[in-house]
């Protein structure tokens, strides 16, 4: 269940952030990419905090990309990471090639 509710939200042309809104991380994470203009409906932060299956789901994101950590970052259908990732893949320059790459940026 819970990797049938990941994968439906990939796309290969946005963004999609798992969050927890209390953690810092996912903050930083959400606050970065505030920073970008995003066409609509490329960009989507997931709250995974009220869900039953939270546990499931960080256990899957454990399996999928080596850690249960919120948030995990997707760009695409590849995790970048979480938010110190996205900070820094921002701060070199990267991320706004990555998401112009997959056609998230209007």
Known sequence: MAQQFVKAKLKGDRVVLFIKPSCPY??????????????????????????????????YFQELTGSRTVPRVFIGEECVGGGSDVSALHNSGELEGMLQSIGALQ
């Open 26 to 59: 996912c903050t930083m994470a959400e606050n970065v990419l505030s920073k970008y203009k995003f066409k609509p409906g490329h960009l989507e932060s997931v709250d995974i905090s009220g869900r039953s299956d939270m546990d499931s789901l960080q256990d």
